[in-house]
C-alpha cells in the first residue's frame, strides 16, 4: 500500500518546500530538512541553522526513534566568570552564546536514518534562492522585531541584517541573507559535515570568539547528534511518544496521561479545561524537579511514566478546586513541522533558537544567526540545571507522535516554550477525546498557564472568546484568570498530521501562524 503524503509548517513557503519533495518522492526526512532550511530563512525569529532541532521519525510497523541534535555548553565555559557578571546570564551578544548549533547535526543523521538518495542540493536549492533573493516579512516577525529591538539593536550584524535603518521591521519589508545563501550552497558541496569539521566550522569558530563567546572549534569538532529511543506511555486511547532529557517531553506525555485517567469527569469544556490545568501543574513539579542533560538525571524519565506516578498526580486533582500556582515558565520561540510520505513514515520535528532571534549574534562570514539556549541553565549551584561546561541546556522543546487503538497515527506539536505541553494536550484532547476535527482543535481558542518571559503574572490566560464564555466559572474554581487577545501568538504555532490505516492522511496548520498543511494524492 501506498501512503497518501502530507505537509504541515508555521510558514507556507516551508510547507510548500516540504510538500515538492514528497511529490517527488523524496522521504519524510528529506521533506524536512527542505523545508527546515526554507523555515530557517522565512522565520529567523523562531529558528535558525544556528540552534537546536530534536525529531522523532515513525517507520510504520516499527518503533520510533528519536533524534537530539542538542548543543552542549562551551567545554572551556569558565562558570565563575558569569556568575560574576550578575545574577543573570546574558541575554545577548557573544558572551549569551555558549552552547554548540546542533541543529545541522539532526538534519545529517535522519538523512542516514531515512532517505532515498536525494541530493542536498536538491533540498536546500529553495532555501538559497529565498536567501539570496529575499524574504518578504510578515505580522509575526514584526511582533518579533518590536519586542526584541531593546535588547538586540546596539549588535551591528544583527541590525543590519534584521533591522530597517535601525528601525524596527514593518510588514511587507525585504530582508536578504546573501551569506546565508553562501553558508548553504558550502553544505551542499561539501556536505553537512562541514558545519562542524570543516572550513565553515573554522570560520564560525574564529568568529564566535572574536565576539567573545567561550565556544571553540573543538566545540564544533566534538558534536554529534544523538539516536535514541523516545519516551512512551500508555493511555486508553493508544501509545504516546515523545522526547526524553533533556527536553520536556515527560510533562507533554504525563499531562496526556493524567488526563486520560480524569477525562470521563470532563462532562462539560469548563471541566475539560479545569483538568487539563490541573494536569499541567503536576507534570510541571515533576519536570522542572527533575530534567536536565541526561548524563545528570538521577532516576530514568521513564520511571515517571509509570501507573503509580500517574495514579499519584491524578489523586492530586480536585474537580471542584484549582491548586494554586506560583512558578516561573520558559520563554521560547520555536517551529515545529509534521510529514508523512508515500512510505507511511511520519516525522515530527522541531528546530529552534530559545528567545526570539536567539542572542542576536549573527556570524558575519555565515550569515548563521546563533542560539541563546543557554539562558536556561541556573547560576545557582545547587540548582540541577546549574551552568557546567560541557552540558547539555534544558529544552522546552518536544515533537510529540501517537499509535492509536484504532490504527490511526499522528505527529504533532507547536512552538511556545513553557505552552508546548499545554497547546499538545488542548489539540491532542480536543481531536481524540472531544472528536473535533483536526483544524477546529488546533484552531479554536487555547489558554496558557505561568509567567512568560518579559510579564510577571502567574495568571491562567485565556484567548478572548474562551475568557468571555468561561472566565467566570473557572475562576469560581480558584484560577487567576485574564484575556489575551483571540488567535494570539502567545498560545504557539501548532501543527499536526494524522494517518490512517488505510494510507489516508488529513493535516493542519495553526491560523495564529504563516503557516499551511498540504496533503497529496493518494497513488
Not at 552542549?72 to 552552547?99: C, H, N, Q
Not at 553544505?187 to 559535515?193: R, V
Not at 520536556?248 to 462532562?267: E, K, M, N, R, T
Request: glycine share 8%; net charge negative.
Amino acid at each position: 500500500m501506498t501512503f497518501q503524503t502530507s505537509f504541515t509548517a508555521p510558514h507556507f513557503k516551508a510547507a510548500q518546500v516540504g510538500q515538492q519533495i514528497l511529490d517527488n518522492g523524496g522521504t519524510a526526512s528529506e521533506a524536512m530538512v527542505a523545508a527546515a532550511a526554507m523555515v530557517a530563512v522565512q522565520y529567523p525569529h523562531m529558528n535558525s541553522i544556528g540552534g537546536d532541532g530534536f525529531w522523532l521519525i515513525c517507520r510504520e510497523g516499527e518503533n520510533p526513534i528519536a533524534i537530539d541534535a542538542c548543543g552542549r555548553s562551551a567545554a572551556s565555559l569558565d562558570v565563575d566568570k558569569y556568575r560574576a557578571m550578575g545574577s543573570e546570564l546574558p541575554e545577548s551578544g557573544g558572551e549569551a552564546s555558549i552552547t554548540m548549533a546542533g541543529t545541522i547535526s539532526g538534519w545529517q543523521k535522519a538523512l542516514e536514518v531515512n532517505s532515498e538518495g536525494m541530493s542536498l542540493s536538491e533540498l536546500l536549492a529553495p532555501a538559497i534562492q529565498a536567501a539570496r533573493e529575499g524574504v518578504e516579512v510578515t505580522q509575526s516577525l514584526v511582533n518579533a522585531s518590536e519586542k526584541t529591538y531593546q535588547r538586540l539593536k546596539h549588535l551591528t550584524d544583527f541590525s543590519n541584517l534584521y533591522l530597517n535603518h535601525q528601525q524596527v521591521l514593518a510588514k511587507g519589508d525585504v530582508i536578504y541573507n546573501p551569506a546565508l545563501a553562501s553558508t548553504l550552497e558550502r553544505l551542499c558541496e561539501a556536505g553537512l559535515e562541514d558545519f562542524y569539521r570543516g572550513e565553515l566550522a573554522s570560520q564560525m569558530a574564529q568568529e564566535l570568539q572574536h565576539l567573545g563567546s567561550p565556544l571553540t572549534l573543538e566545540d564544533f569538532h566534538s558534536h554529534y547528534a544523538k539516536v535514541s529511543q523516545p519516551l512512551n506511555v500508555e493511555t486508553s486511547k493508544g501509545q504516546l511518544y515523545n522526547l526524553g532529557a533533556p527536553t520536556q517531553g515527560l510533562a507533554s506525555l504525563l499531562i496526556l496521561a493524567i488526563y486520560d485517567q480524569l477525562s470521563p469527569q470532563a462532562s462539560n469544556e469548563v471541566e475539560h479545561i479545569h483538568l487539563l490545568v490541573e494536569a499541567t501543574k503536576q507534570a510541571f513539579i515533576i519536570r522542572d524537579q527533575m530534567i536536565t542533560d541526561e548524563e545528570y538525571l538521577t532516576r530514568p524519565l521513564q520511571g515517571f511514566l509509570s501507573q503509580a506516578v500517574i495514579d499519584r498526580c491524578t489523586c492530586n486533582i480536585s474537580l471542584s478546586k484549582a491548586m494554586p500556582w506560583p512558578h516561573d515558565a520558559k520563554p521560547g520561540d520555536t517551529i515545529w513541522m509534521g510529514a508523512t510520505d508515500q512510505y507511511g513514515t511520519m516525522v515530527s520535528f522541531i528546530q529552534s533558537i530559545y528567545w526570539e532571534f536567539g542572542s542576536g549574534v549573527v556570524l558575519p562570514s555565515s550569515g548563521v544567526l546563533w542560539n541563546v539556549r543557554g539562558k536556561s541553565f541556573s547560576l545557582d549551584p545547587s540548582h540541577h540545571n546549574v551552568l557546567a561546561p560541557n552540558k547539555k541546556p534544558f529544552h522546552t522543546l518536544n515533537p510529540a507522535y501517537a499509535e492509536l487503538n484504532d490504527g490511526t497515527r499522528m505527529v504533532y506539536g507547536t512552538m511556545g516554550g513553557e505552552g508546548q505541553p499545554q497547546t499538545q494536550a488542548c489539540l491532542f484532547s480536543r481531536h481524540i477525546y472531544q472528536n473535533l476535527s483536526l483544524s477546529s482543535s488546533i484552531a479554536m481558542p487555547r489558554w496558557l498557564l505561568g509567567r512568560t518571559w518579559g510579564d510577571s503574572t502567574n495568571n491562567l490566560r485565556l484567548e478572548q472568546e474562551l475568557y468571555d464564555t468561561y472566565a467566570q466559572r473557572l475562576m469560581e474554581l480558584g484560577h487567576q484568570v485574564t484575556a489575551v487577545d483571540n488567535l494570539n501568538e502567545l498560545m504557539g504555532h501548532a501543527g499536526a498530521i494524522t494517518l490512517d490505516k488505510q494510507g489516508k492522511a488529513i493535516a493542519a496548520s495553526d491560523p495564529r501562524s504563516d503557516g499551511r498543511s498540504y496533503v497529496g494524492e493518494q497513488q
